[in-house]
C-alpha cells in the first residue's frame, strides 16, 4: 500500500481534473493519469509528460468501452496504464489517477494502474479521483479502508503545495 491515501469525491464538473492536473505538475515528481475534457472532446494525459491520448472512440471504433452515453478507446486505456505503472516504478512522490468510476468497477479503465499502485509501496502518496455516487462501491471492490478525503478546495489554494501536504 502508499504511504497515504488521499481521495477527492467532488460532483461532476467541479473542476477537480483541471486543478489536480495544475496541482500534479506543480510537483515536480507527479506521475499517472489524468481525464481532462478540452474543447468538449475527453483525453487521458500522462501526468508526467502532459502527452494526451484521445479517450473518445469514434465510429469507426470496432470494440469500445462503453459506459453509458460514451465510448472510450480501449487502445488509449492500455496504453496509459502501461505508461502508469512505468512511472509507478519510479517511485514518484505523487502518483495521480482520475477517474475511477464504472469502468474501473468492471476492472477496465486505468483499475489495472489502480490495482498496481494499491499492491505496492512505490508511491509516497496516492492521489485518487472518485466518482462521487460510486465512492463507497469502489472504497469496497479495492479495498480502499484508510484513505483521507480532501476537499477539491485545498489544492486550489496554496494550502497543499508539496506532495508531503504542507
Known amino acids: 500500500m ?15 481534473t483541471s486543478t489536480l492536473l495544475a496541482w500534479a505538475r506543480r ?5 499517472g493519469v489524468g481525464q481532462p475534457t478540452i474543447d468538449g472532446v475527453r483525453y487521458l494525459e500522462i501526468v508526467e509528460t502532459g502527452e494526451r491520448l484521445r479517450l473518445e472512440a469514434g ?10 452515453r460514451y465510448r472510450f478507446r480501449r ?15 519510479l517511485d514518484p512522490a505523487v502518483f495521480f489517477l482520475d477517474e475511477i468510476g464504472a469502468l474501473e468497477l468492471e476492472g477496465e479503465g486505468v483499475a489495472p494502474a489502480l490495482e498496481r499502485a ?11 479521483v472518485i466518482r462521487e455516487h460510486l465512492a463507497e462501491d469502489i472504497r469496497e471492490r479495492f479495498g480502499i479502508h484508510d484513505d483521507e478525503q480532501i476537499p477539491l478546495a485545498r ?7 508539496r506532495a508531503d501536504g504542507t
Open 27 to 31: 510537483q515536480g515528481d507527479a506521475a
Open 2 to 16: 502508499p504511504r497515504t491515501i488521499w481521495s477527492i469525491v467532488e460532483p461532476k464538473g467541479s473542476g477537480k
Open 118 to 128: 494499491l499492491a505496492t509501496n512505490r508511491a509516497g502518496r496516492l492521489l485518487l
Open 75 to 89: 487502445e488509449a486505456f492500455r496504453q496509459a496504464n502501461r505508461r502508469a505503472v512505468a512511472a509507478l516504478n
Open 59 to 68: 465510429a469507426e471504433e470496432s470494440d469500445p468501452l462503453l459506459v453509458g
Open 155 to 161: 489544492f486550489r489554494s496554496d494550502t497543499t503545495n
